[in-house]
């Protein structure tokens, strides 16, 4: 598959724990984006990558979220001391920077965080 | 700030007839207008996106309408098909942020019946 991935799939931790979620964007693509998503609602933008250089974050991104992409190919997103508010469904979106490439973002299928 | 209001939230239709589902933005930079299909579980699919340049963009039996001037895309799906029915998104790409983020619309829940 050569799609975007995710893993884990599914996270279920316990209020006040770390948790940290893996995206694997398509290869070549250097823009690489993570959403969050509430159920019946649209996906939030959170942070935004252009190569390993984070260029946005939302206001949504609180001090207990933080992003990497060290090399520029994968990213991680950890929540720190995890509260129920965050149980969400975390995407990933990547897309590639070529002049004149769609601008199309294409999204993996999800890590469902479940805080109890 | 930037924000993309979507209607309606759900829509019931008949196999075969049309469907239409509206959005408005705030952003008068925006310049790229994607929609996307999410099946329950899955994740969001590209159908259809238009650029600010196009008024109409037409594949199939979905096409996508943009009037720059009112700040507000809509997307037709024809001949609706009950592998049609999911939550359909709207959303909008600023100039200012080109190559960042999308602003997603609600999502409109579309159910089509045989």
């Known amino acids: 598959d050569t799609g975007v991935s995710q893993d884990p799939r599914h996270k279920i931790t316990k209020r006040g724990q770390n948790v940290t979620f893996r995206c694997d964007p398509i290869?070549?693509?250097?823009?690489l984006y993570w959403y969050r998503q509430t159920l019946g609602q649209g996906p939030e933008f959170l942070t935004y990558?252009?190569?390993?250089?984070?260029?946005?974050k939302s206001r949504l991104l609180s001090d207990r979220f933080s992003a990497e992409r060290p090399k520029g190919s994968f990213s991680t997103l950890e929540i720190q001391r995890t509260e129920q508010g965050d149980s969400a469904m975390y995407l990933c979106a990547s897309s590639p920077e070529l002049a004149g490439a769609t601008d199309e973002q294409f999204f993996g299928p999800g890590t469902r965080l479940t805080v109890l | 700030g930037e924000n993309v209001e979507q209607h309606p939230s759900t829509l019931s239709v008949q196999e075969g007839d049309s469907a239409v589902i509206k959005c408005t933005y705030s952003?008068?930079?925006?310049?790229?207008f994607p929609w996307y299909k999410q099946e329950l579980g899955k994740r969001p699919q590209l159908i259809i996106d238009?650029?600010?340049?196009?008024g109409e963009k037409k594949d199939q039996r979905i096409a996508v309408t943009l009037n720059k001037t009112a700040k507000h895309f809509s997307l037709h799906i024809t001949e609706t098909q009950p592998e049609d029915s999911a939550v359909y998104f709207c959303a909008a790409k600023g100039f200012i942020h080109q190559g960042g983020k999308l602003i997603f619309g609600q999502g409109t829940e579309l159910s089509v019946k045989p």
């Open positions: 290869s070549e693509h250097n823009r």
């Open positions: 952003d008068s930079a925006s310049n790229y």
């Open positions: 990558f252009q190569n390993e250089a984070q260029l946005e």
């Open positions: 238009i650029r600010s340049n196009v």
